[in-house]
């Protein structure tokens, strides 16, 4: 049976989104159209260049994510260096490094640029920060004179994973606006980080207006990451930690969002085990304890869920939604 899955972000929790996927495929569920933010953009790209999800797992296992915070000698001198680097290319690592082992991930498969897909099998969400607004990718990145079908996935994932101020935004420029002649060069610039900052969890993009017919009807199955990081407390000495500090705590606090009762029948909720969004130091046991709870809640779910009763229940949420904004 197809379905649509919507992956939450959540850094390196990521991680436990592939151990659900395997539980999906193990029920023989197929997915027709994914979206994603942050690390689940990277699985929902993953997914749609054809990864499995033992693919995915072999992945996680010989990926050593601590190479992702390599950063050149001269920023690299103790409090110094990472304060320079942040106050310079305003993040602590550039973000180079996910976005190549991304590409390379991609080709692999023979897939490079969101044309290389199937039209709508994959959206990224970003969040643009100099003209504070949410990006769907690709088909937003129009508003910067780039070509939707020509933009590289990966690209956009590091866009979606560019959590500020531990990762580079990455910057772009868009065309020049014909009905400001006097805009100046620099405002041409625009900075895209992590698509959480706007939207972590966008259940909402495959919904329609009014339900499709019920033998017409492709489901939407949420993978969201529940539980805090390590609860140990975020340590303050100076600007730089507590920057670190500031944005460790907000997008943790992602993961603690209520989820609308009305919600719930769609959606997969996965533990992460005490692991935070930036432990990219993780152990290969503990991706592994990650990807393994994601499995078992990913067929806890999947175990009590029916086709008859997600049908039911999504034209009630449609009918309510109607209701709420007539």
């Known amino acids: 049976m197809r379905v649509n899955a919507v992956f939450e972000g959540g850094g390196v929790k990521g991680i436990a989104l592939a151990g659900a996927v395997q539980a999906a495929e193990r029920r023989g569920l197929t997915f027709h159209q994914v979206a994603g933010t942050s690390s689940g953009a990277i699985v929902a790209s993953l997914v749609a260049a054809g990864y499995t999800a033992e693919e995915m797992k072999k992945v996680i296992m010989e990926t050593p994510f601590s190479e992702f915070m390599q950063r050149s000698k001269v920023f690299d001198t103790k409090i110094i260096g990472p304060a320079l680097r942040l106050f310079i290319k305003k993040g602590l690592y550039s973000g180079e490094a996910l976005e190549y082992w991304m590409y390379q991930l991609l080709m692999a498969k023979g897939i490079r640029t969101f044309g290389d897909l199937k039209l709508n099998q994959l959206r990224i969400i970003a969040s643009d ?3 504070r607004k949410l990006l769907v990718l690709p088909d937003d990145i129009i508003q910067y004179g780039i070509s939707p079908l020509e933009f590289p996935i990966a690209k956009a994932v590091r866009m979606s994973t560019s959590i500020p101020y531990f990762f580079d935004p990455v910057i772009l420029r868009k065309a020049p606006d014909k009905r400001q002649p006097n805009e100046k060069f620099v405002d041409q610039f625009v900075y895209i980080v992590d698509g959480g ?32 990081g390590s609860g140990k407390p975020n340590q303050i000495y100076g600007p730089l930690s507590m920057f670190k500090a500031l944005f460790s705590t907000m997008m943790d606090a992602h993961d603690e969002r209520y989820i609308e009762e009305i919600n719930r029948f769609r ?27 994601g499995d078992k ?11 008859s009763d997600y049908k039911n229940k999504y034209i009630e949420h449609v009918i309510r939604n109607k209701q709420a904004n007539p």
């Open 129 to 131: 920060i100099s003209q």
């Open 197 to 228: 900052l706007l939207s972590n969890f966008p259940l909402w993009l495959f919904d329609q207006d009014n339900a499709p017919a019920l033998d017409q009807m492709i489901p939407t199955i949420g993978f969201q990451l529940v539980g805090r």
């Open 267 to 293: 959606t997969i909720k996965i533990p992460t085990l005490g692991v935070s969004n930036t432990e990219f130091t993780i152990t290969k046991e503990e991706s592994l304890r990650l990807y393994e709870a």
């Open 297 to 307: 809640a990913g067929e806890l779910f999947l175990n009590k869920w029916k086709l």
